[in-house]
Nanobody, 124 residues
């Protein structure tokens, strides 16, 4: 069992930045690929970013490309999402997710463990 706890959400003005953090409660954190997803009210959960166990490969959903950066620190069992140039349409609950293995996925159904989410609100 892996517990994930997100933090770092909040209210920010359009054009601003936020860094989300996700702490994992497992000693084998480096055995998991990690992803960030988001869900806005009335919308489906959307892929934001993912990273392989080593951090050597990353992938981004279209809304995140060029503005967001995913990274991880296996020594600290942490994964991060740096968000810049935020827009009102980035407003959502952001979730951290983990899946055992070398491969990451853009499909939320492939992930086994989820955090409780952190709210990001971007005011225009």
């Amino acid at each position: 069992q892996v517990q994930l706890v997100e933090s770092g959400g909040g209210l920010v003005q359009a054009g601003g930045s936020l860094r989300l953090s996700c702490a994992a409660s497992t000693r084998s954190f480096s055995s998991y690929a990690m992803g960030w997803f988001r869900q806005a009210p009335g919308k489906d959960r959307e892929f934001v970013a993912a990273i392989t166990w080593s951090g050597g490969t990353t992938d981004y959903g279209d809304p995140a490309k060029g503005r967001f950066t995913i990274s991880r620190d296996n020594a600290k069992s942490m994964v991060y999402l740096q968000m810049k140039s935020l827009k009102a349409e980035d407003t959502a609950v952001y979730y951290c997710a983990a899946v055992f293995g070398l491969v990451y996925y853009t499909d939320s159904a492939k992930y086994t463990y989820w955090g409780q989410g952190t709210q990001v609100t971007v005011s225009s």
